[in-house]
């Protein structure tokens, strides 16, 4: 599949769609062996940082890597367990990022806030992205630079044919007049982040773990996600690929966009912000 039409130039808006066709199987195969494992039960180990790694984790790799090999053997693939066993590959200007159970301590607490996110980076920005809930039975995927669309999506039903899943897109929300829905993340939260929350006229904050906070900003559930922490590239690229077709950003303390393919950094994000809709006075975070 050297030749795929998803992987020939500048992913044009029937290439977006037929990547989210031919990455499906895979999504619904990592999202089905998680549940299977979450059910079975499980072994947590740790990584050499420290964080916390269940078979769960590499089970959805190994599904992943599989079929993005077939797909586009010639794009280089940086996978956040491969990537914890040194396995970095030297990247071009388009790669995949991959993270096959964001979330994973939620997963361990046998939460709902665990996600499969597939991203496809182009000159360092966040063409392509696909996002599973397996537990939520959601997915969320980008159809277009300027769409992004949402359907229920049940891993532990059989693989339905595309033209079957029931898809409706998704778009931000204007800020409403009484006050900014903030969403921040259930395991990781900062005093930086409340004091930043503090400047802002929120009127209700919600916890959520994973990619799911960028889904709910997509989705025009909440305004802003602030994250002043360490992340990875893998932890927001499909996120942050579907919030900006569905008419959001994500800009760093600074106001710029996030970037991608940090590799001098070693993928690491700096701090961000992501908004439903651009700040107003221009991308200033």
């Given at each position: 599949?050297?030749d795929h039409p998803a ?86 200007r388009r790669f995949f ?189």
């Open positions: 599949m050297r992987m020939t130039g500048k992913t044009s808006r029937t290439e977006m769609t037929g990547l989210a066709r031919a990455l499906i199987r895979a999504v619904h195969a990592a999202g089905s062996v998680q549940l299977a494992v979450l059910r079975g039960g499980f072994k947590v180990r740790a990584k050499a940082d420290a964080s916390p790694v269940t078979e769960a984790d590499t089970a959805a790799e190994n599904i992943i890597l599989e079929d993005l090999h077939k797909i586009a053997p010639d794009i280089p693939i940086i996978a956040e367990e491969a990537a914890s066993r040194g396995e970095m590959p030297t990247i071009c990022l991959v993270d096959p159970l964001d979330g994973t301590r939620e997963f361990i607490r046998e939460g709902t806030d665990f996600t499969v996110n597939i991203a496809l980076v182009e000159d360092g920005a966040p063409v392509f992205g696909i996002i599973l809930a397996p537990a939520r039975k959601e997915l969320w995927l980008t159809a277009a630079a300027d769409l992004a669309l949402h359907a229920v999506f049940d891993p532990d039903a059989p693989l339905p044919g595309w033209e079957d899943i029931p898809f409706a897109p998704i778009t931000t929300a204007p800020a409403p007049a009484d006050g900014l829905r903030a969403v921040a993340s259930k395991s990781h939260m900062t005093a930086q982040t409340e004091d930043f929350l503090k400047e802002l006229p929120v009127k209700s904050l919600l916890s959520a773990g994973s990619s799911l906070k960028f889904c709910l900003l997509a989705q025009g559930l909440a305004d802003v996600y602030p994250r002043f922490g360490p992340t990875m590239e893998w932890d927001t690229a499909a996120g942050d690929a579907i919030l900006r077709a569905a008419g959001g950003i994500t800009l760093t303390t600074g106001g710029e966009p996030l970037i991608y393919g940090k590799a001098p950094q070693g993928y690491r994000n700096p701090s961000f912000i992501a908004w439903a809709r651009p700040p107003a006075g221009g991308e200033k975070g």
